[in-house]
Structures are given as C-alpha cells and as structure tokens.
C-alpha cells in the first residue's frame, strides 16, 4: 500500500487515516476542484465527498463510522471488532483504489458533485 491511507489498530479503535497533503493525493484533490469549485479538499470536504460516496457505493461502510475531519488530514474510525475492523479494511482499500484509478473518482464527481454537502 501507500504511505497515503494507512489503517491502524489502536486500544478501542480500528482507524483509517488519510494523509491529504500527499503529493499523489492533492493531485487528484486539484484535479476535483477543477471539476467543481466547491471541492476544495481539506479534510472537512474528503469528510463530505466520502460520506456521499459511501452513501452511493458501500453504505455498509457508513455503519458505526466516526470521523475527525481536519485540515491536513482525515481519520474515519470504528469501534474495535471483527465485523470494523473488515469495514476498516475495505474503507482504505477503496482510499486506495480511487486515488490510484482517479478516474473513478472524477467520474462520480462529474455525475454527483451537487450531492455532496461540501463545506
């Protein structure tokens, strides 16, 4: 994997946090305020983007999903158990995979950029 998402395991938590100042990342994060201007991707606007994206393509992951939106970064975090921790899991392979295929992710823009409450 990259040294842009990382899951990590803590005493109560199982935690993905996604380091949004990364070169590759803001990047893609220019590229999505390109192709609307409300997404200026601080960690409050990927908050925003993910909870409509997940809303769309894996509401599951929504399920006990907390987050910590900030300026740098943003963290989404799960109680720790079994069932989040493969939540937890899957929430950074998808990081992963929109980052790495942009494509995807600037196609859901162009169809959904006015679903998403951007901050």
């Not at 842009?4 to 100042?21: D, P, R």
Request: charged fraction near 30%.
């Amino acid at each position: 994997m990259s040294d842009y998402a990382v899951k990590m395991n803590l005493e109560k938590y199982t935690e993905v946090c996604f380091y949004i100042e990364n070169p590759k990342v803001m990047a893609v994060a220019e590229k999505m305020e390109e192709l609307c201007q409300d997404a200026y991707m601080n960690g409050y606007n990927w908050e925003a983007f993910f909870n409509c994206y997940l809303a769309i393509n894996a509401p599951e992951l929504l399920e006990d999903m907390h987050t910590d939106p900030e300026a740098g970064m943003y963290v989404a975090y799960y109680d720790l158990t079994p069932e989040n921790e493969a939540k937890a899991d899957k929430f950074n392979e998808l990081i992963h995979k929109l980052v790495e295929e942009p494509e995807l992710l600037y196609d859901f823009m162009r169809e959904h950029a006015w679903d998403v409450e951007w901050d």
